[in-house]
């Protein structure tokens, strides 16, 4: 394989990144390579502000507001066998929370596509997840933004493994958080922003209660979301999800089972929840980028109907993975 120019890491001064003009792809001889489709990613390459680094050379300055305000947005993108799947819809996000929070696309968005897929080649992967990260870049140690001269894009490519196998076959125990949802009258939970804080923190009750998620309410006491993935629920063969304005994420991945919902005849409806539409439910799941479609079985240690992941709940993960096979945007 021709060998790939990896970039020396970055040269501080004044506290500020000097960034190079983009580096020329080198491509790869194997068009379509299978190495490194499950495991860890060896020899890592991380794409930073148009260049490629070594994982371990892969820095950015400690005065990016990303890093000191958490200042930035970012997306989680899946790829299946070579295709990545629904990017313009995760590029689309991308682009609107960075508008949401006023942050100026450093490269057009193509750019952006191709250097997300340039990265996936570069760590020759088929199977995987993508960090794409923007920030704010590098100022000075006060909130101004306008001290902020250029944004800084990161894509990280590797792979994932959120819940293990066993979840996903019997289900996922779940625990609702006394941290509320912040609500949109503080800031938008559409905008999926570096400041994770707030799902973080009810990640830790979730994790002390020994479940493996945590069920976030708003404050006004209705279902939100969970702390990293959308919440359905299946009653008598129709199934309900929160609306987006109850403080959960316009989830991608919640958009394909929406979608997959109605190929299916299943009726779907948006209504404000509590929990009580949960531990009454027939059939419960979840669903997020990383985790893709987890079945529920407990909440609160109440078992969700039988305690084992229903029927319809299957259904929609067989069709979920049909989706992800067959569709998508080709790396090679």
């Known amino acids: 394989?021709?060998?790939?120019?990896?970039?020396?890491?970055?040269?501080?001064?004044?506290?500020?990144?000097?960034?190079?003009?983009?580096?020329?792809?080198?491509?790869?001889?194997n068009p379509a390579p299978a190495a490194h489709s499950e495991g860890h990613v060896t020899d890592m390459k991380v794409y930073i502000d148009g260049k490629f680094y070594a994982k371990e050379d892969a820095k950015v300055s400690v005065f990016d507001h990303g890093l000191l305000?958490?200042?930035?947005?970012?997306?989680?993108?899946?790829?299946?066998?070579?295709?990545?799947?629904?990017?313009?819809?995760?590029?689309?996000?991308?682009?609107?929370?960075?508008?949401?929070?006023?942050?100026?696309?450093?490269?057009?968005?193509?750019?952006?596509?191709?250097?997300?897929?340039?990265?996936?080649?570069q760590n020759e992967l088929r199977d995987g997840y993508v960090r794409l990260v923007l920030t704010r870049g590098p100022g000075d140690l006060g909130l101004n933004p306008l001290l902020c001269p250029k944004a800084s894009i990161i894509v990280i490519a590797s792979t994932i493994k959120l819940y293990p196998p066993e979840m996903y076959e019997n289900g996922l125990a779940v625990a609702t958080c006394a941290t509320r949802r912040v609500p949109h009258g503080a800031f938008s939970p559409m905008v999926k922003s570096l400041n994770y804080l707030n799902n973080i923190?009810?990640?830790?009750?979730?994790?002390?209660?020994?479940?493996?998620?945590?069920?976030?309410?708003?404050?006004?006491?209705?279902?939100?979301?969970?702390?990293g993935d959308?919440?359905?629920?299946?009653?008598?063969?129709?199934?309900?999800?929160?609306?987006?304005?109850?403080?959960?994420?316009?989830?991608?991945?919640?958009?394909?089972?929406?979608e997959i919902a109605a190929e299916l005849g299943v009726p779907v409806s948006e209504p404000d929840m509590t929990r009580y539409d949960i531990y009454t439910a027939d059939e419960c799941f979840l669903t997020g980028t990383a985790a893709e479609i987890i079945p529920v079985a407990t909440?609160?240690?109440?078992?969700?109907?039988?305690?084992?992941?229903?029927?319809?709940?299957?259904?929609?993960?067989?069709?979920?993975?049909?989706?992800?096979?067959?569709?998508?945007?080709?790396?090679?």
């Open 69 to 121: 305000y958490g200042d930035g947005v970012f997306e989680g993108i899946r790829f299946y066998d070579g295709k990545v799947f629904r990017f313009e819809e995760h590029l689309k996000r991308l682009e609107l929370s960075a508008r949401a929070i006023a942050l100026k696309l450093p490269i057009s968005l193509a750019e952006i596509q191709e250097a997300t897929l340039e990265t996936i080649r």
């Open 299 to 332: 909440l609160d240690n109440r078992p969700i109907h039988d305690g084992k992941p229903g029927p319809l709940t299957r259904k929609f993960i067989e069709r979920f993975h049909q989706l992800t096979r067959s569709t998508g945007v080709a790396i090679y």
């Open 230 to 258: 959308n919440v359905f629920v299946i009653k008598d063969g129709k199934m309900t999800t929160p609306p987006i304005s109850s403080g959960a994420l316009a989830g991608v991945t919640r958009a394909v089972v929406l």
């Open 201 to 227: 923190m009810a990640k830790m009750e979730a994790q002390n209660a020994g479940a493996g998620e945590g069920l976030m309410l708003n404050e006004q006491g209705f279902v939100a979301e969970c702390t």
């Open 1 to 29: 394989m021709i060998p790939i120019r990896v970039a020396k890491p970055p040269r501080f001064g004044d506290g500020f990144i000097q960034i190079e003009p983009p580096a020329v792809r080198e491509p790869l001889v």
